[in-house]
């Protein structure tokens, strides 16, 4: 569903060239949660951004349900939810209003998009705060408001960047349950983040980047068969030395 081919991108920094993504592959099924996993500045929003079609690559592909990024970045960004932690509501809408409003930007039927809303509305439990205004929202309340948001045109392929950063353990469990309704819905999903407890417990599969390359890939039981090491937060121990100390793993 999601395909992820040789991906590549420099930067320039002053006279030096940087790689911040070197020849990155990946797939992902249907129903399927790969974590994107990584110490700060391993590369994981860039590869994101060069998905979402929002930087070119200088090398390489990416695809989504048949549809190349470079190519038809249209037909892809139908096709792609995107929830980050640091995404911003409008105050001054409802959060129907809001909800409507997004579904709309991507051509959702007014009907099937007043459906969709009062479906996700009851699985994401924000019945009672759909004629509030999105500005007066707690921050758990407007967590789960962005969760649904993302869903609103139903896409394929979800791209969750730090889905944890600043949330408390009620916010957390709020990010499993969802994790939930994606995979029973058949979404496929990435996830990036650099908490590898979390991400041991929401994912399927894992991508573990350092320097911008994917150096291992494969399910928790293949990652341990290939390191001999039995948890994430080892693994990166020895992939960065000393450096594994930016790494989140309380
Ligand atoms: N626009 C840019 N110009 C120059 N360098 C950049 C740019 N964007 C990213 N980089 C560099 O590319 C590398 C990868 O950055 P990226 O943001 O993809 O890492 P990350 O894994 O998402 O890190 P974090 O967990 O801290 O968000 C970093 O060294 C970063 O400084």
């Known amino acids: 569903m999601l395909e992820v081919q040789s991906l590549t991108k420099h930067f320039q920094v002053g006279d030096t060239t940087m790689t911040a993504v070197d020849g990155v ?12 996993l990584g110490p700060n500045g391993a ?4 590869t994101v951004r060069m998905i979402l079609g929002l930087l070119d690559p200088d090398g390489g592909w990416a695809s989504v349900d048949g549809f190349r990024t470079a190519d038809q970045p ?3 960004k139908s096709r792609l939810g995107f929830v980050s932690a640091s995404d ?5 809408l409802t959060v129907r209003e809001m909800l409507l409003y997004f579904a709309d930007l991507y051509g959702v039927d007014a009907a099937l998009a007043s459906e969709r809303c009062e479906h996700l509305a009851d699985r994401m439990d924000i019945q009672h705060l759909l004629d509030r205004r999105a500005g007066v929202l707690s921050t758990g309340q407007r967590q789960r408001v962005t969760l649904v948001r993302g869903l609103i ?3 394929p392929v979800m791209l969750l960047d730090e889905p944890t950063r600043g949330l408390d353990v009620v916010g957390v469990q709020t990010i ?7 995979r029973d819905a058949g979404k496929a999903v990435v996830v990036c983040t650099h908490r590898l407890d979390e991400a041991e417990r929401l994912c399927d599969r894992f991508g573990l980047l350092h320097n911008g390359q994917l150096k291992h890939c494969g399910s928790m039981q293949q990652l341990r ?3 001999g090491r039995q948890n994430l937060v080892d693994i990166f121990v020895d992939l960065i030395g000393d450096g ?4 989140a793993v309380e």
Not at 25 to 36: C, P, T
Not at 88 to 92: S, V
Not at 244 to 247: D, E, I, L, P, R
């Open 176 to 182: 499993f349950e969802y994790m939930e309704i994606l």
């Open 225 to 227: 068969d290939e390191t």
């Open 25 to 36: 592959s990946f797939n992902i099924a249907r129903g399927e949660v790969f974590g994107l």
């Open 244 to 247: 594994a100390g930016s790494v």
């Open 88 to 92: 911003g509501i409008y105050p001054w």
């Open 43 to 46: 590369g994981k929003t860039t």
């Open 74 to 76: 249209i037909a892809v």
């Open 153 to 155: 045109h139903d896409p």
